[in-house]
């Protein structure tokens, strides 16, 4: 091959490989699968194929069709197969296929028997779905969930919540199942999803809300980053909890690239077509290096492990905050992948939310 066809070749590999990177990062995706299957199912206790998720510790969810079952640690395991107890709901049968994840199936009543209604948040691109837990008083937590990610990933934090009386949105933003699209049909990283968080606090206003908890995870996080930072309502609210967020786009998409073996360059080179396709300014999305300009008390909370935001983005996060002066703490979690740390060690991730919502500022 002489060396003009090597060139080529490597240059449409690379730019390829951009792409598809960029792909990753910006296309709307909507699931509805099963990842395991039930083997055995008695006493208690249930059996699924071994994967490399069903084999974690912790507690996590089996969904199958109309029902779900909360499942605590492994009780004993093989290497095509892991027992786990049921701790909360029936016990499938054998055969059954199921979806095996870390977040509460359905809404807050099925997840937790807690009541709820239903509203619409006004978005510039239309009506959008919020699940609306009433509380006492005038401060509400209001939750922004990830990418591609649903309504029912914040539903872990709610128990707390409800225990402390707040009331609870838990919102959806565009391109999400039920609300509507982006013009161009691509995921912003939080530079225009900011806006639909707006419109749900001002719905919030008119509802009886006057201060604001803000919960976020995964992108969620940078969702509520940029509404501190250009959001004229961003005074209103009063502290911030992010779990695992994207807090630097530039991190994330370098440990995207490590995840899938690709070069280093391959960032640099996926970043003009992102920006290309969105008309977004990924530098401006990093909180280190542009922080908020409204910065309310923060809780930061990480698995060690994360492999989707590297552990390193809140931990520079809080060096920039402690030479602005900023309140903010980070709470890292030894185990757990991306969003687990509620999964590995629910009681302490529940204490450091109680404490950090009831604590002076």
């Known amino acids: 091959m002489t060396a003009v066809a090597v060139l080529t070749v490597t240059v449409a590999a690379a730019g390829f490989g951009a792409w598809t990177a960029a792909d990753q ?14 083997l055995a199912a008695r006493g208690g206790l249930v059996t699924l194929t071994r994967t490399p998720d069903t084999g974690k510790p ?36 054998q055969g059954t296929p ?22 619409m948040v006004p978005t510039e691109l239309g009506p959008a779905p919020a699940w609306y837990v009433p509380g006492k008083g005038s401060t509400w937590v209001v939750a922004v969930h990830g990418q591609n990610g649903r309504r029912k990933a ?7 919540v409800h225990g402390l009386g707040l009331p609870f949105l838990d919102i959806s933003y565009r391109n999400d199942e039920g609300a509507p699209p982006s013009p161009d049909g691509l995921i912003h990283l939080g530079d225009s999803e900011w806006r639909d968080l707006a419109a749900a606090v001002r719905h ?54 490590r995840n899938h073996h690709l070069p280093a360059f391959m960032t640099a080179l996926a970043k003009p077509i992102i920006e290309w396709r969105t008309g977004i300014d990924t530098d401006r999305l990093s909180l280190i ?31 920039v905050a402690r030479r602005l002066g ?13 969003t687990e740390a509620w999964n590995v060690d629910r009681p302490r991730y529940d204490r450091l939310i109680n404490d950090f919502l009831t604590r002076r500022p």
């Open 204 to 257: 919030a206003q008119t509802l009886g809300a006057r201060r604001f908890i803000l919960y976020g995870t995964s992108m969620g996080g940078q969702i509520i980053g940029q509404f501190l930072a250009r959001s004229p309502l961003a005074s209103l609210v009063d502290r911030v909890v992010l779990d695992a967020a994207m807090i630097d786009v530039r991190m994330t998409a370098e440990q995207a690239a």
């Open 154 to 160: 914040e539903l872990k934090v709610l128990p707390v």
């Open 25 to 38: 990062a910006t296309k709307v995706e909507h699931y509805g699968a099963y990842n395991t299957y039930v």
């Open 289 to 319: 290096h542009h922080p908020p300009r409204i910065r309310p008390p923060l809780l930061l909370i990480h698995t060690v492990p994360d492999t989707d935001h590297p552990i390193q983005e809140p931990r520079d996060l809080i060096t």
């Open 326 to 338: 900023w309140d903010a703490r980070l709470a890292e979690f030894a185990e757990g992948q991306h």
């Open 98 to 119: 199921g979806w095996f994840g870390n977040v509460p199936p359905g809404d807050p009543k099925v997840a937790w028997g807690i009541d709820h209604t239903e509203v």
């Open 58 to 93: 912790g507690t996590y969810w089996l969904e199958w069709t109309g029902a779900y079952s909360m499942l605590g640690d492994i009780v004993s395991q093989a290497p095509d197969r892991v027992t786990r107890r049921v701790l909360r709901g029936p016990t499938p049968s």
